[in-house]
């Protein structure tokens, strides 16, 4: 989604969207147009326009709409939500995760493997002496499923969803 210029060291909370009129139908065509043999092409593009024609001023507002309307399709329910910049802490990495969770009260911080393990980002001993216990999802092995129609690795749920519909769920379930 283009966006109006900005500078990396800017808030992401700023990042300031084109008016959705000038780019909303080339993006849907370019959708339409990678998705055309998807089973579920449909789905991906009417969630897609569902969050994009809100016509959003930021970013982070369009990442956030796109979130819900995602979750809502998939069934699950984001009820509770809280943008970070309405906290008070304001560290950088992983003494932001760890502020931020003792801010809401929270004992456990969730993080996906990352590339080589864990996110670059997150120092497992800073969340731990912030009273927060880091658990690693590890996600159903691929091997596992059907090799047809196999989604490619680090995909986007809009793939996915385009790919397998409501089952892409199962594609990101943790195992237990």
């Given amino acids: 989604v283009p966006s109006v210029a900005h500078t990396r060291s800017g808030a992401i909370s700023d990042?300031?969207?084109?008016?959705?009129?000038?780019?909303?139908?080339t993006v849907m065509r370019k959708l339409s147009d990678t998705y055309r043999r998807a089973a579920y092409?449909?789905?991906?593009?009417?969630?897609?326009?569902?969050?994009?024609?809100?016509?959003?001023?930021?970013?982070?507002?369009?990442?956030?709409?796109?979130?819900?309307?995602?979750?809502?399709?998939?069934?699950?329910g984001l009820t509770n939500r809280v943008r970070s910049s309405a906290l008070a802490c304001r560290e950088r990495s992983?003494?932001?995760?760890?502020?931020?969770?003792?801010?809401?009260?929270?004992?456990?911080?969730?993080?996906?493997?990352?590339?080589?393990?864990r996110p670059h980002y997150l120092d497992l001993d800073v969340l731990r002496a912030g009273g927060v216990e880091p658990i690693q999802v590890r996600y159903r092995d691929v091997t596992e499923l059907p090799a047809e129609g196999r989604p490619p690795l680090r995909c986007s749920m809009l793939d996915l969803i385009a790919r397998h519909g409501p089952d892409a769920r199962r594609w990101i379930e943790p195992c237990a």
């Fill in 15 to 25: 990042v300031r969207l084109l008016p959705t009129e000038e780019w909303l139908s």
């Fill in 94 to 117: 992983t003494s932001l995760i760890a502020g931020l969770a003792a801010e809401l009260g929270a004992s456990a911080y969730v993080y996906g493997p990352g590339s080589g393990g």
């Fill in 41 to 76: 092409r449909q789905h991906a593009l009417q969630l897609f326009e569902e969050a994009a024609s809100d016509h959003h001023t930021f970013a982070v507002d369009l990442a956030e709409r796109s979130l819900v309307v995602l979750a809502d399709y998939l069934g699950y």
